[in-house]
């Protein structure tokens, strides 16, 4: 099981960052845009840089949905190897069943 204290921040971080994700892509979306003048693209990402470094989303962290391990995380389903293991081992988890050869 992982520490509260870091499942707690990246719930945090999750919800800034779907907080400000609108703001952020208009933002971002300004600032790319070859066609407008420099001044506006350096004042868009000026107010990008203003915005809280957890509301970026290369900041979060995929955990399980059931221990809160970072590692080994499966995204189809959305938990850790172990937890994975454990719940289809016991035929939890629907289409998966035990490899033999």
Do not use: H
């Not at 970026?56 to 399980?64: E, F, G, I, V």
């Amino acid at each position: 099981m992982a520490k509260k204290s870091a499942i707690e921040k990246n719930k945090r971080r999750e919800r800034l960052v779907k907080k400000f994700a609108a703001k952020r892509a208009r933002l971002k979306a300004i600032a790319e845009d070859r066609s407008l003048p420099e001044e506006d693209r350096f004042m868009a990402r000026l107010q990008l840089a203003e915005l809280p470094r957890n509301s970026a989303p290369t900041r979060l962290r995929n955990r399980c949905e059931i221990t809160g391990r970072p590692r080994a995380y499966y995204r189809k389903f959305r938990m850790s190897r172990i937890a994975l293991r454990d719940l289809a081992a016991t035929g939890q988890v629907p289409g998966v069943v035990k490899s033999s050869w």
